[in-house]
C-alpha cells in the first residue's frame, strides 16, 4: 500500500480523534462601515466578535475496574479552552482646510480566557523486583502492591477589557514637509486569578510525599493606564531622491487596584529616525531603487503586569518599561510583471526586560513571586520579501526570516527553570532560526479564487532529559492513611543544541465571489482548511518530546511541533 496508505490504514486517527471532547472550534464576525457626507468629512465603525476552544479529554482505561483489575494506574484528563474577543471602535476624520487632517478615535476591547482542568489517578500497581531489591526494608511484609487514588483540579481565568482614545494632527506645509502631533491613553481592566488543588511531590523531614496541595494566586480589579504623546515630521532633503523621517514618543504607564494601591513609573523617551534614499537608477531588470537606514528607541508596558498585587511591596518606579534600541537598513525594489522584492536587516538591543520568580513553599502551598526588571536581550536578523501584489490569473509572495535572538536573566532567586533558565544566556522559547512562509492565489474565473498558503519553520528551543531514576514515596491517601510508592522521574534541564520537530502548516481555501449586478453589493463565500498534513507529519515526524509515566517509569513519547487534526472553517462576507 505505500507509507501514506499504510497511514491511512492506521489507527492514528481514530487515537487523535478519540481525545477530542469539544472539537476546535473558532467563530468571528467582522463589521466595516464608513459614511462621508461631504469631501471633507468621514465616519467609520469597526466592529469584531470573536470565539475560539478546545476540549481534550483522555483516560488509559476504565476508572470503575482499575482496583479490580490491579492491572496499573490508570489515569483520566478532562481539559476544557474558552477565548472570546470583542472590540468595537469609531472614528472621524476631518479635513481642517487644505493642509491639515485630523483624525479622533474612540474604542471598546473584551477579552477573556479560560481553562478548565481535571486529572485522576486511580488503580493499583504490584511492586518491581528492583524496588524491592532497593528498598524492600521499608514495605510492610506481606505488602505486594500499592494503591492510588488522587484528584487535580486547575483553574485559570483572564479577563481583560478597557477603553482608548487618541487623536492625531497632520500639518503640511508646501509639498515637501509633513509634521504630525498624536496623544492618546487606554485603560485597561484586569482581572487574573488561577487556583489548582493537586497532588505534587513535596518534602517532609528530608522524605518525598506525594501530597494534596492547594494554591491560590488573584490580582483583581487591576487597571492599568498607558498613555503616549508624539511628534514626528516627515521631510524632503532632495527632492524625488532623498527624505527623513524623524520623531519623538513619549510612553508612560500608571498602574493601580484596590484598596489605594497604585504604582507609578518613569515616562520613556522614544526617538526615532530614518532616511530614505531613491537614486534614479533604472535597468531592464531593477526599475527603481529605494534604501532605508534608521534607529530608534521603542518601550511597551510587560503583559505579565497585569499579575501584580499590592502584596508584592512594590513602591514606585520599582518596575521600569521593558526597552529595545533598533538598528535597520533596507533595500526596496520594482522588477517586471509586477513583482516587488524587499531586503532589511536589523539589530535589536532589549533591556530593563520584565521577569518574574516564583518560589513555592512546598509545607504551606503558598507561592511568592518576586519580581525583576533586569533582564536584557540582543537580536539580530534579516527579512526578504517578493511578491506579486495584484494580477488577473497568478498572484502571491514568498518571504523568508532569519533571527538570532539570545536573553539573559541575572537573578534566580534560588528557582531553576528548564525553560528560561536564569544567571546564563539562553535562546527564548518562541526563537526559530528560519521561517519560509508562500502564498499563492490562483484565479481561473473572475469569481472563484484558489488559495494556498505554506509556512516552514525549524524547530524551537527543546527541554533535555536526565537518565530515569526510581525512587520511593509516601502516598497520603483520602481517607488518612499513608502507604509507600514506587516512582519515578526524569530531571530536566535547559538545552542550547535541542530543537523540536519542524512546523510545516499547510493551509487551503475555495472562495467563491462576485458584484451583484446593479449594485454595489460585493459577496463572497469560502471554504477552507487548515494544517491539512497535520495527521501526516504526526506520523512521518521522529518523536520529540518525553513524558516519563510517575509509576512505570516507561517514556510516552508524541510529537509536539504540529496540531494533529486539520481544522476546516466555512465564512461569508458581505460588502457595500
Request: glycine share 8%.
Amino acid at each position: 500500500m505505500g507509507l501514506i496508505g499504510e497511514w491511512l490504514d492506521s489507527q492514528l486517527l481514530k487515537e487523535m480523534l478519540s481525545a477530542i471532547s469539544r472539537a476546535p472550534y473558532m467563530y468571528d464576525f467582522y463589521l466595516k462601515t464608513n459614511y462621508r457626507p461631504s469631501d471633507r468629512v468621514e465616519w467609520y465603525i469597526n466592529g469584531f466578535w470573536g470565539n475560539d476552544g478546545v476540549g481534550s479529554a483522555y483516560s488509559d482505561f476504565d476508572l470503575d475496574t482499575a482496583f479490580d483489575t490491579g492491572i496499573d494506574i490508570a489515569y483520566d484528563f478532562d481539559f476544557k479552552y474558552y477565548n472570546t474577543d470583542i472590540f468595537a471602535n469609531t472614528g472621524v476624520r476631518l479635513l481642517l482646510g487644505d493642509n491639515a487632517l485630523l483624525h479622533l478615535l474612540g474604542g471598546y476591547e473584551y477579552w477573556k480566557s479560560d481553562i478548565d482542568a481535571y486529572i485522576r489517578e486511580f488503580g493499583n500497581r504490584f511492586y518491581t523486583d528492583a524496588f524491592l531489591a532497593e528498598y524492600g526494608y521499608l514495605v510492610t511484609p506481606g505488602t505486594e502492591s500499592f494503591s492510588v487514588d488522587t484528584e487535580s483540579t486547575y483553574e485559570s481565568f483572564i479577563l481583560r477589557h478597557g477603553v482608548q482614545g487618541r487623536g492625531d494632527l497632520d500639518l503640511t506645509f508646501g509639498d515637501r514637509f509633513l509634521l504630525q502631533f498624536g496623544l492618546g491613553a487606554y485603560l485597561d481592566f484586569t482581572d487574573n486569578s488561577g487556583a489548582g488543588d493537586l497532588w505534587t511531590i513535596t518534602y517532609e523531614d528530608g522524605l518525598p510525599v506525594y501530597k494534596n496541595v492547594t494554591y491560590e494566586s488573584e490580582a483583581d480589579d487591576n487597571r492599568i493606564l498607558n498613555s503616549f504623546l508624539y511628534i514626528s515630521s516627515s521631510t524632503t532633503l532632495i527632492p524625488d531622491v532623498l527624505t527623513m523621517d524623524a520623531g519623538i514618543r513619549l510612553d508612560h504607564s500608571y498602574l493601580f487596584g484596590p484598596d489605594d494601591f497604585d504604582l507609578n513609573t518613569w515616562p520613556v523617551p522614544g526617538p526615532r529616525l530614518i532616511f530614505t534614499l531613491t537614486p534614479p537608477w533604472e535597468g531592464r531588470f531593477f526599475l527603481d531603487h529605494a534604501f532605508s537606514l534608521g534607529s530608534g528607541l521603542f518601550s511597551k508596558t510587560p503583559f505579565e503586569s497585569n499579575e501584580i498585587n499590592e502584596d508584592m511591596g512594590l513602591e514606585d518606579f520599582d518596575v521600569a518599561i521593558p526597552k529595545t534600541v533598533m538598528a535597520l537598513a533596507g533595500w526596496e525594489t520594482n522588477m517586471p510583471l509586477g513583482f516587488r522584492f524587499k531586503l532589511e536587516g536589523y539589530y535589536k538591543y532589549i533591556f530593563d526586560r520584565f521577569y518574574t520568580n516564583d518560589i513555592l513553599d512546598e509545607d504551606t502551598g503558598v507561592q511568592d513571586t518576586i519580581i525583576h526588571n533586569d533582564g536584557i536581550g540582543h537580536a539580530a536578523g534579516f527579512d526578504f520579501i517578493l511578491d506579486k501584489r495584484s494580477s488577473r490569473y497568478v498572484d502571491g509572495l514568498l518571504s523568508y526570516s532569519f533571527i538570532y535572538a539570545r536573553y539573559f536573566e541575572p537573578e534566580s532567586d534560588g528557582t531553576d527553570s528548564a525553560f528560561t533558565p536564569r544567571e546564563q544566556w539562553y535562546f527564548p522559547d518562541f526563537h526559530r532560526y528560519h521561517t519560509l512562509n508562500f502564498l499563492l492565489n490562483i484565479k481561473p474565473s473572475s469569481y472563484f479564487t484558489f488559495t494556498t498558503m505554506l509556512s516552514f519553520g525549524t524547530g524551537t528551543p527543546n527541554t533535555e532529559y536526565g537518565e530515569r531514576e526510581m525512587f520511593f514515596g509516601y502516598i497520603e491517601n483520602p481517607d488518612g492513611t499513608t502507604s509507600l510508592a514506587e516512582m519515578y522521574t526524569r530531571d530536566s534541564y535547559y538545552s542550547d543544541v535541542l530543537r523540536t520537530n519542524i512546523s510545516l502548516p499547510v493551509d487551503i481555501k475555495f472562495t467563491f465571489h462576485n458584484y451583484i449586478k446593479k449594485s454595489k453589493l460585493r459577496w463572497e463565500v469560502y471554504i477552507a482548511v487548515e494544517d491539512v498534513l497535520a495527521p501526516l507529519l504526526y506520523y512521518l515526524l521522529p518523536d520529540d518530546d518525553v513524558n516519563t509515566s510517575m509509576w512505570s517509569g516507561e517514556d510516552l513519547e508524541a510529537p509536539t511541533a504540529v496540531f494533529l487534526i486539520p481544522l476546516p472553517s466555512i465564512g461569508f462576507q458581505l460588502s457595500y
